[in-house]
């Protein structure tokens, strides 16, 4: 195997990948983590969630649009038993 050093816009690209990966349903961190390591790159289930973490907080994470009556807009109430 070629070993080739991390270049920037490797690592972006690798963060975007990953980040676009976040809206895939039924997928976990440690399934992305698994396809997208190489040989000379091993990635965990923490890495993709700080990735994903970080994307959060400098807001590269689209909104999502949540339908009228979702599940955040109702509120739930327990009867006492």
């Keep these: 195997m070629i070993g080739t050093p991390d270049t ?3 690592k972006r690209a690798l963060e975007l990948a990953i980040i676009n990966a976040f809206f895939q349903p039924h ?3 440690a399934q992305i983590a698994v396809a997208f390591s190489t040989g000379a ?7 993709v969630q ?5 994307a ?7 909104k999502i649009n949540r339908p009228a ?4 807009e109702r509120k739930s109430e327990r009867a006492r038993a």
Excluded: F
Excluded at 56 to 62: A, H, M, R, V
């Design 8 to 10: 920037p816009q490797g």
């Design 41 to 47: 790159k091993k990635l965990h289930a923490a890495d």
């Design 56 to 62: 959060k907080e400098s807001g590269d994470l689209p």
């Design 50 to 54: 700080r990735i994903w973490d970080a």
């Design 27 to 29: 997928i976990t961190a």
């Design 69 to 72: 009556g979702g599940p955040k």
